[in-house]
Each structure stands twice: as C-alpha cells, then as structure tokens.
C-alpha cells in the first residue's frame, strides 16, 4: 500500500512540476489613441502593454499613437495556432475586430459575407 501511495505522491510532484512549466501565449487587441487598432501576440500580456506605453521602439507602430489600452485578448497553450490567430486577426476589417472585442464571434460569418459581396 505504502509502494502505490509513493507513487501517486510521485505523479503528483510530475504533474506539479509539468503544470508550473506550461506557458500560455495571448493574442491580444490594443485601441491606440488615434482610435486605430493594433493585433500582437505575446507571452506575458501586462509586460506587454507596458512596452508598448512606455514606447520601446520609435518605429514601432503604438509608438506615436499612445497611450494604448488592452481591448482583447485571447488565450492559447499553444504558440502555433496563436500565430495563426494573430495572422488571421491581423487581416480581419475594423468590424471584425470590434465584433470580437464586443464578444459578438456569431457576427462573424456575416461580416465575412458582406466583405465578399464588395
């Protein structure tokens, strides 16, 4: 009984040690001050955004349009289909992005239809 109760406690400290490890990346929606918006892709989200305010990279994009403000964000456990949101995003019109944001993902598939109707 002691051997099985060792082991549990062993699997245990694995998974503990696993769970600790995991990263999580976001895919996130800034509103700049000129109203634009600005998709990225992260792991640290407060980080961040506070690179963004604090303006790091004069050529960056946020640079002249701060302060920024975090509208969206996105969690994933995986990098790949977080790039892959991020890029989609990316090329998503205005209303897209706003639909999301407001958390209206059913007004998707419509405001891809009225795209293509142009």
């Not at 996130?28 to 303006?55: F, Q």
């Not at 960056?60 to 509208?71: E, I």
């Not at 995003?89 to 405001?111: D, M």
Request: glycine share 4%; proline share 3%; with cysteine.
């Amino acid at each position: 009984m002691q051997k099985y109760a060792v082991s549990i406690t062993a699997v245990s400290l694995s998974l503990s040690k696993t769970l600790t490890k995991m990263v999580f990346y976001y895919v996130y929606i800034l509103k700049c001050a000129d109203n634009s918006y600005y998709t990225g892709i992260t792991n640290d989200i407060s980080r961040r955004v506070d690179e963004h305010n604090n303006g790091l990279e004069p050529a960056s994009y946020t640079f002249k349009r701060r302060p920024v403000q975090l509208v969206f964000s996105a969690e994933f456990n995986d990098v790949n289909r977080a790039i892959l949101f991020e890029k989609q995003v990316k090329g998503w019109s205005r209303k897209k992005k706003e639909a999301i944001i407001n958390g209206n993902w059913e007004l998707l598939p419509e405001l891809s239809k009225n795209k293509m109707k142009k």
